[in-house]
T-cell receptor
Framework: SQTIHQWPATLVQPVGSPLSLECTVE??????LYWYRQAAGRGLQLLFY??????ISSEVPQNLSASRPQDRQFILSSKKLLLSDSGFYLC?????????????FGQGTRLTVV | DAKTTQPNSMESNEEEPVHLPCNHS???????IHWYRQLPSQGPEYVIH???SNVNNRMASLAIAEDRKSSTLILHRATLRDAAVYYC???????????????FGKGTLLTVNP
C-alpha cells in the first residue's frame, strides 16, 4: 500500500533561519507531489506541485522554494524564514487514474517562526 | 478554474443526519466533484467523489443535482468523530493536460453536539 511520510511534526525556528521539510512517498512510482500550507483558521493553500524529478511548479510567489531530487522525495525549503511563514505544512501525493484523483496527505509539519 | 461555495460552519447533533451543501455553478462537463475532510491537526482525508450519479460508500453519500451546479454530502448518522472541516472541491486540469491540482477552499466546519 502507498504511504506518505513527512517530518518533522513540529518545528520552531527563529526569523532569518533556513528551513528544510522533507516528504517521501512509498509504494508508488512517478507520483504527482504537492506542498500545501494552512494558516491558522484558514483553508489549504497550494504552494508547489511536481510531476517528476526536477520539475517544480510554483503556485504563489513567496519566500519558499521546492525541489524534487528523487522520484519519491519532495523538499520544501527557505533560505531565511519570515514570521509570515508560520503555518501547518502538508505534503500530498495525488493518485491520478480514471475518475478518481484521490489525494493522500502526510501528517503535516506545524512550523512556528519566532 | 471552477470554484465551489460552502457555508463557513454547520452544527449537528450526534446520531442525526447531516447534509453539507456545496455550490459549483461554473462546473465544467468533465469536472469531478470530490469531498475531503480534515480532522483537527491532521491532513485532509478523502471522503467520496462523483460525476453525475449519486454515490454511496462506507463513510458518506454524495447527492449531485441534475444540473451538476450543486451537490450535498450526507452523513447518515453523525458521530463526535465526524467533527471536522469538510471540503468540496473540483478536479482541476491545467493546460498541461496531465497535471492535476486539487485546490481547496475554506470548507465547512462541522460541529457535532453530544
Amino acid at each position: 500500500s502507498q504511504t506518505i511520510h513527512q517530518w518533522p511534526a513540529t518545528l520552531v525556528q527563529p526569523v532569518g533561519s533556513p528551513l528544510s521539510l522533507e516528504c517521501t512517498v512509498e509504494g508508488t512510482s512517478n507520483p504527482n507531489l504537492y506542498w500545501y500550507r494552512q494558516a491558522a483558521g484558514r483553508g489549504l493553500q497550494l504552494l508547489f506541485y511536481s510531476v517528476g524529478i526536477g520539475q517544480i511548479s510554483s503556485e504563489v510567489p513567496q519566500n519558499l522554494s521546492a525541489s524534487r531530487p528523487q522520484d519519491r522525495q519532495f523538499i520544501l525549503s527557505s533560505k531565511k524564514l519570515l514570521l509570515s511563514d508560520s503555518g501547518f505544512y502538508l505534503c500530498a501525493w495525488i493518485r491520478i487514474g480514471g475518475s478518481n484523483t484521490e489525494a493522500f496527505f502526510g501528517q503535516g509539519t506545524r512550523l512556528t517562526v519566532v | 478554474d471552477a470554484k465551489t461555495t460552502q457555508p463557513n460552519s454547520m452544527e449537528s447533533n450526534e446520531e442525526e443526519p447531516v447534509h453539507l451543501p456545496c455550490n459549483h455553478s461554473t462546473i465544467s462537463g468533465t469536472d469531478y466533484i470530490h469531498w475531503y475532510r480534515q480532522l483537527p491537526s491532521q491532513g485532509p482525508e478523502y471522503v467520496i467523489h462523483g460525476l453525475t450519479s449519486n454515490v454511496n460508500n462506507r463513510m458518506a453519500s454524495l447527492a449531485i443535482a441534475e444540473d451538476r451546479k450543486s451537490s450535498t454530502l450526507i452523513l447518515h448518522r453523525a458521530t463526535l468523530r465526524d467533527a471536522a472541516v469538510y471540503y468540496c472541491i473540483l478536479r482541476d486540469r491545467n493546460s498541461g493536460g496531465s497535471n492535476y491540482k486539487l485546490t481547496f477552499g475554506k470548507g465547512t466546519l462541522l460541529t457535532v453536539n453530544p
